[in-house]
């Protein structure tokens, strides 16, 4: 009765793997680890996005963005953040809260930061995204101060 026991466990742990495998194939599991920058929904390649800002993966980080469509605002503001990230070691991103999603596509996220050596740093942004044959990727990046949104809501 025992060893049975035993045989029963072995053969649920198996089936478990078999369903598994017929689930998701190791070849869709390779290769989503493998390019992470198949992103499943637009938030998913923003907070990527911001992640390998603060990794420090500044390549990584350009490969959420589509460049040609960016507006000269939108690369200015890329480039700030990472000459930000590159001067200043200790600055880590503390959190990625997303205020709202008119659509999929758009958002606005406020960004904070912190440092031992500075002040807390935050921002916010209207970001847009575009589904490529590549996944998900920002197409616009704008900056949004509190003088701006109030003359939206005006």
Same mark, same amino acid.
């Given at each position: 009765?025992?060893?049975?026991?035993?045989?029963?466990?072995?053969?649920?742990?198996?089936? #478990?793997?078999?369903?598994?495998?017929?689930?998701?194939?190791?070849?869709?599991?390779?290769?989503?680890?493998?390019?992470?920058?198949?992103?499943? /929904?637009?938030?998913?390649?923003?907070?990527?996005?911001?992640? #390998?800002?603060?990794?420090?993966?500044?390549?990584? =980080?350009?490969?959420?963005?589509?460049?040609?469509? &960016?507006?000269?605002?939108?690369?200015?503001?890329?480039?700030?953040?990472?000459?930000?990230?590159?001067?200043?070691?200790?600055?880590? &991103?503390?959190?990625?809260?997303?205020?709202?999603?008119?659509?999929?596509?758009?958002?606005? @996220?406020?960004?904070?930061?912190?440092?031992?050596?500075?002040?807390?740093?935050? =921002?916010?942004? =209207?970001?847009?995204?575009?589904?490529?044959?590549?996944?998900?990727?920002?197409?616009? @990046?704008?900056?949004?101060?509190?003088?701006?949104?109030?003359?939206? /809501?005006?």
């Amino acid at each position: 009765m025992r060893h049975s026991r035993y045989l029963w466990f072995s053969v649920i742990i198996l089936g #478990c793997m078999m369903v598994m495998m017929a689930w998701k194939t190791p070849q869709t599991v390779v290769s989503a680890i493998a390019q992470p920058q198949f992103a499943d /929904s637009p938030r998913v390649a923003v907070q990527r996005f911001w992640d #390998c800002l603060d990794k420090r993966q500044l390549e990584l =980080a350009e490969q959420f963005l589509l460049s040609q469509d &960016l507006s000269s605002f939108g690369k200015q503001e890329v480039e700030i953040w990472k000459e930000q990230v590159e001067k200043n070691p200790f600055l880590s &991103l503390k959190k990625l809260e997303f205020l709202s999603s008119s659509s999929g596509q758009e958002m606005m @996220i406020r960004v904070f930061w912190t440092s031992p050596l500075k002040e807390d740093l935050s =921002a916010s942004y =209207a970001i847009e995204t575009k589904a490529t044959s590549e996944g998900w990727k920002i197409s616009q @990046i704008k900056k949004i101060t509190p003088q701006s949104m109030t003359a939206q /809501s005006n």
